[in-house]
């Protein structure tokens, strides 16, 4: 069964940081473009951040110079480490896989979704 898995969410103050993972089972993540996704309530659901699998990175204007992607593709595993965060950064976070399939991978659609781990930014 092909799993993504995240984990690693959780109340932050802001100015705080944290740091989320993307664990795959039943799938070769090096095979595949990973990206985060975030939906907060009433909000439609947005790119975060995005790494192909040749190791390219991309961000979302509104993460840029905030957070980091990067992957351990011994483990199958993609993270997220978020630092500097805001209220505005609260939401569900999820990670999804898919084939690379163009130089835009913020605005790919992707196969495989994992369940989501909330992030809530407040003091």
């Known amino acids: 069964q092909r799993q993504l898995v995240e984990s690693g969410g959780g109340l932050v103050q802001p100015g705080g940081s944290l740091r989320l993972s993307c664990a795959a089972s039943?799938?070769?993540?090096?095979?595949?473009?990973v990206c985060w996704f975030r939906q907060a309530p009433g909000k439609e659901r947005e790119a975060v951040s995005c790494v192909t699998s040749d190791g390219s990175t991309y961000y979302a204007d509104v993460v840029k110079g905030r957070d980091t992607i990067s992957r351990d593709n011994a483990k199958y595993t993609v993270y997220l480490q978020m630092n500097s965060l805001k209220p505005e950064d609260t939401a569900v976070y999820y990670c999804?896989?898919?084939?690379?399939?163009?130089?835009?991978?913020?605005?790919?659609?992707?196969?495989?979704w994992g369940q989501g781990t909330q992030v809530t930014v407040s003091s």
């Open positions: 999804a896989a898919g084939l690379d399939r163009s130089d835009d991978p913020l605005n790919e659609e992707y196969d495989y």
């Open positions: 039943g799938l070769r993540l090096d095979y595949y473009a």
